[in-house]
């Protein structure tokens, strides 16, 4: 291997648990103990403890990046950090705990491949456990990390640590989208089975929490059944030099799911169009197939009217198409949502107008209830509603597909995003005009 | 059976391709913002990535300190003739002439001044929008920024006010006057930067390979003599073999001594480096709070 080539892949994970728990000192262990830190930033650190500290070193101050934060001795916002092992490139969304910051949670959630949840092994599960346990869960995070930390204050008890698992696990199976959940006694001060195994712990058979971390399968975090290509900028050259250029019209984009392969029969929706896929263009020439994440241009062999906005699909696994959507929000806004009121949409990659016509219910995401019929929906609460569109969105259920799952309301107007949306399910999938598009 | 999994560098260049694309649909009057420097390199790759065949559908804009490493700017005229791109200069010593930017009595630095020359600039060509080469691993102010960073019409970053960015939905939406700031490398670290030169086999200019230069010891690094930073009396000046790791100003950028060679020589150095590429600026050491002031004040 070549000096410094090292990771093979990129884990994106969160950090919650409440104020104090210790998400800024276990992420500075991470940094320190992996030897991610630099001569100058340990400086910084032992300068900062000389003033506030009383001389001891806080890992904390790592991640504490704003002076308000500073001043006000909390973390009020999203932060990402950068970490990298031999195995792994690490990028970490540090998210605060407070209450009122579920806005937060779901931000740094959002992208998130595994969620580390931290619960104080004096106190057990709280409410704030409860929560985010739940926003992993609607985020549809595919893997949990439950490290129940400040073992050193309970004497490394194993009783108290199996006492806080059977907490968690009576509540889990409502939350049955959860499958991968795993739980880690650690010290975040005092670095055990952070990044090296604990002698304190000799109960505890598993690895320490950056083992798993590096180790944790995620290949298939992607959703990769079911084409689903959302045409995001047209590539058209103007008075292209090249003749062999006059007629290119490539339509650019991400992959948001599935695979696509030269010579696949698409549709184009919400249109309906067919049509043949004849190359995968890419600046560093054609492929064979492109797959989820993969940002390609895809060459159609007819020449289609599509733009921005549409969606190409394979011919198997279809999407709903429809503008009257059922959807979990998370509203993120000081003034409360209330029905009829109107918004922009971004979906995939478009934008269209909505209305909020039914808020279904609130829940309550400590006890997982659902109060029907809710007069409106407040900063940070979560709820189920039903939305009317301009125009037809092409969409997934966000269990089924992160990515065209997802949408954003944008308050016009001021133009800041005030809730994030998981769409439930389509009540019915596209159906082709011709039977005879499968073949 | 193929693997249907991305490397690290290819998911970053996916990511920043979308991030890319987007600025182009949603935008007006995007611009990017190119220096010549390691990171806005990368920046024109992951463009012709985009948007080839086509051209760019935005043209480069860099803010000229009138203390640039002269190497530099040879090396962004020649590489935007290059890829055909339009490249629009505007100078901090015209925006002084001008009036648009006042430098503090005694202040050498055209750091601060640069802020100004740029918002002169987004106004002049009524940009709606300019992708920058910053990363979140840079700072830790910059930690908590957006790939879509709004700026009021003051051209202010409020770090209190952000929107929420979920999955890769940005938004892009702004009113008349303000703008947005893009950063399609967020995500990527130094060592990223460095991968992906290689992996791509991008030009670089020559000071960030090893070269012999004049310098002076001052705030605990060297600095490059020249016109603009003659040694004082009581200082030494030495010969030293070096190269640049972050470039700022000539007046403020440290020199690590260093005999790396090729890409591979520095990957091999920031592996083994014991500290951060901005510990090598003079104009950061001023206080942990520095970077967040200029910030706020609309530094890039
Ligand atoms: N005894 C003990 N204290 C801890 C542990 N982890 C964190 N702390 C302390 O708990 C307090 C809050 O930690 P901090 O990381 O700031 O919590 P945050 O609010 O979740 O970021 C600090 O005083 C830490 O030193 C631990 O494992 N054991």
């Known amino acids: ?439 | 059976m193929p693997s249907y999994h991305l490397d690290h560098l290819a998911y970053l260049e996916t990511e920043a391709v979308h991030v890319m694309r987007e600025v182009a649909a949603e935008f007006e009057r995007p611009a990017l913002l190119f220096s010549g420097g390691k990171d806005s390199i990368c920046l024109l790759r992951l463009a012709e990535k985009a948007f080839r065949p086509s051209d760019l559908p935005m043209p480069l804009l860099n803010v000229d300190t009138g203390h640039h490493f002269p190497e530099l700017n040879e090396f962004r005229d020649r590489r935007a003739s290059e890829l055909g791109a339009k490249l629009i200069v505007r100078k901090v010593e015209d925006a002084i002439a001008a009036g648009v930017a006042v430098p503090t009595p005694g202040e050498i630095s055209r750091n601060r001044l640069q802020i100004p020359t740029l918002l002169a600039a987004i106004e002049e060509f009524r940009f709606d929008c300019a992708i920058g080469g910053a990363r979140r691993d840079e700072e830790k102010a910059r930690a908590k920024e957006r790939f879509f960073s709004f700026r009021d019409a003051f051209g202010q970053w409020d770090p209190k006010n952000q929107r929420p960015e979920l999955w890769n939905l940005y938004n892009a939406r702004v009113n008349p006057g303000e703008h947005m700031r893009v950063f399609p490398l967020s995500n990527w670290t130094e060592m990223d930067v460095w991968e992906y030169i290689r992996r791509e086999r991008l030009e670089v200019p020559r000071i960030y390979f090893s070269h012999r230069r004049l310098a002076v010891r001052r705030g605990g690094q060297w600095l490059p003599v020249t016109d603009l930073l003659p040694p004082k009396p009581n200082e030494t000046v030495r010969e030293l073999v070096v190269r640049v790791r972050t470039i700022g100003d000539i007046i403020s950028t440290g020199l690590v001594e260093s005999p790396a060679n090729t890409v591979d020589d520095i990957i091999a150095e920031i592996a083994a480096a014991r500290v951060t590429e901005r510990g090598s600026r003079a104009d950061d050491k001023t206080s942990e709070a520095a970077m967040e002031d200029r910030k706020k004040a609309g530094y890039f």
Request: charged residues 20%; glycine residues 8%; negative net charge.
């Open chain 1, 1 to 439: 291997m070549l000096p410094g080539s090292h990771p093979i892949d990129i884990l994106r994970f969160n950090t919650c648990g409440s104020v104090d728990d210790g998400k800024s000192t276990l992420i500075g262990r991470l940094l320190y103990d992996s030897k991610n830190l630099m001569e100058d930033q340990i400086e910084a650190l032992e300068r900062s403890a000389d003033i506030t500290g009383g001389g001891q070193i806080n890992l904390a101050n790592l991640t504490d990046g704003l002076r308000a934060e500073r001043e006000q001795g909390i973390t009020i916002d999203v932060a990402y950090r950068y970490f990298a092992t031999p195995r792994r490139r690490f990028i970490v969304a540090d998210t605060p705990g407070h209450v009122q910051y579920t806005r937060n949670m779901v931000t740094g959630a959002s992208s998130a491949n595994l969620s580390v949840v931290l619960v104080d092994a004096r106190q057990g599960v709280i409410e704030q456990s409860r929560r985010h346990t739940y926003i992993a869960a609607l985020l549809g995070i595919p893997h949990v990390v439950i490290a129940v930390n400040k073992m050193d204050l309970v004497d490394w008890s194993e009783a108290r640590f199996r006492e806080i698992r059977e907490q968690f696990e009576a509540f889990l199976p409502r939350l049955n989208v959860l499958r991968d959940v795993k739980f880690i006694p650690i010290s975040a001060l005092n670095g055990d089975n952070v990044v090296d195994p604990s002698p304190r712990t000799p109960w505890y058979e598993g690895p320490p929490l950056l083992r798993h971390l590096e180790n944790v399968h995620i290949a298939s975090d992607w959703n990769l059944e079911g084409l689903r290509f959302p045409v995001q900028w047209v590539n058209r050259p103007h008075a292209p030099r090249d003749p062999a250029l006059h007629d290119f019209r490539g339509l650019s984009g991400q992959l948001a799911g599935g695979i696509v392969r030269a010579g696949d029969k698409v549709l184009v929706l919400p249109g309906g169009l067919r049509s043949t896929v004849r190359q995968i263009h890419t600046f560093d020439g054609p492929l064979a197939e492109a797959f989820s994440p993969q940002s390609v241009t895809l060459l159609l062999a007819d020449d289609l009217d599509v733009s921005r906005g549409d969606m190409i699909v394979g011919a198997d696994h279809l999407p709903g198409v429809g503008s009257d959507l059922r959807a979990k929000l998370c509203w993120m806004h000081q003034k409360p949502l209330v029905r009829g009121r109107k918004f922009w949409l971004k979906h995939t990659t478009q934008t269209v107008q909505a209305v909020v016509t039914t808020l279904e219910s609130r829940i309550n995401i400590a006890t997982y209830d659902e109060e029907p019929d809710p007069p409106q929906l407040l900063l940070n609460d979560i709820g189920a509603v039903r939305l009317q569109t301009s125009k037809p969105l092409v969409y997934d259920g966000y269990a089924q597909n992160r990515l065209t799952g997802a949408f954003i309301l944008i308050e016009p107007g001021t133009n800041l995003t005030v809730a994030a949306g998981m769409l439930q399910p389509p009540a019915e999938l596209y159906k082709p005009e011709y039977t005879d598009f499968a073949i």
